[in-house]
């Protein structure tokens, strides 16, 4: 079944903590995204990666970090320097070729204890 | 910032009825898609319109692009208890960087 796995569906990130969410597609895509969801609004670009090793921030990276090492997967951390990280995470992809629709997972809801 | 705007926030109409969104958007693009989301889903694809397109069709959906306007506009026709959810617009310019705007709650009474 092809599609893009985010994990977990709910996480909880104490003060001062990082915690790594996971975002795997086996659709072959190049191109990734994280987007960042408060409630009742829209998507917030957080980083991209077009390619495999290389990336780039979108609007909101701060307090963030990425990485691409393999096509297959790109983790986002939310650092301790994100002070108000509560909301619902989207991992994204799209084949990179071109004019296309992307193809989103289900999204992590992560809160702070 | 977010490139899209839509309007309304919040739409509520009968079984039936026709649901018109609108979306305005700030610089250039190569083209604007339409995405919707159920409650606490992940996001789903409705139709993609290129900035040289100027109307779209797929199913009961019907999506126009004006340029000059920088403007998009979704229309749903004869809307179903169904489509309740969040629709949102999303536009890509340069690259691969894609931006989304607020969305509009679309809530249909059976």
């Known amino acids: 079944d092809g599609g893009i796995t985010q994990s977990p569906k709910y996480l909880f990130r104490k003060e001062g903590q990082n915690v790594t969410l996971s975002c795997e597609q086996n659709l072959n895509h190049d191109a990734m995204y994280w987007y960042r969801q408060d409630p009742g609004q829209g998507l917030r670009l957080i980083y991209y990666s077009q390619i495999v090793n290389d990336f780039q921030k979108g609007d909101i990276a701060e307090g963030y970090s990425v990485s691409r090492e393999k096509k297959e997967s790109f983790p986002l951390t939310v650092t301790s320097a994100q002070k108000n990280p509560t909301a619902f995470y989207l991992c994204?992809?799209?084949?990179?070729?071109?004019?296309?629709?992307?193809?989103f997972g289900s999204g992590t809801q992560l809160s702070v204890l | 910032s977010q490139q899209g705007e839509e309007d309304p926030q919040a739409l509520s109409i009968q079984e039936g009825e026709n649901a018109t969104m609108n979306c305005s958007y700030k610089t250039s693009i190569n083209n604007l898609q339409w995405y919707r989301q159920n409650s606490g889903r992940g996001l789903v694809h409705l139709i993609l319109i290129r900035s040289n397109e100027r109307e779209k069709h797929s199913g009961r959906l019907r999506v126009t692009l004006d340029t000059s306007k920088k403007s998009s506009s979704l229309l749903i026709t004869a809307s179903r208890a169904a489509d309740t959810a969040s629709y949102f617009c999303a536009t890509d310019a340069r690259g691969f960087k894609t931006i989304f705007g607020a969305g509009t709650r679309l809530f249909v009474k059976a």
């Open positions: 994204a992809s799209r084949p990179g070729t071109g004019d296309e629709k992307l193809f």
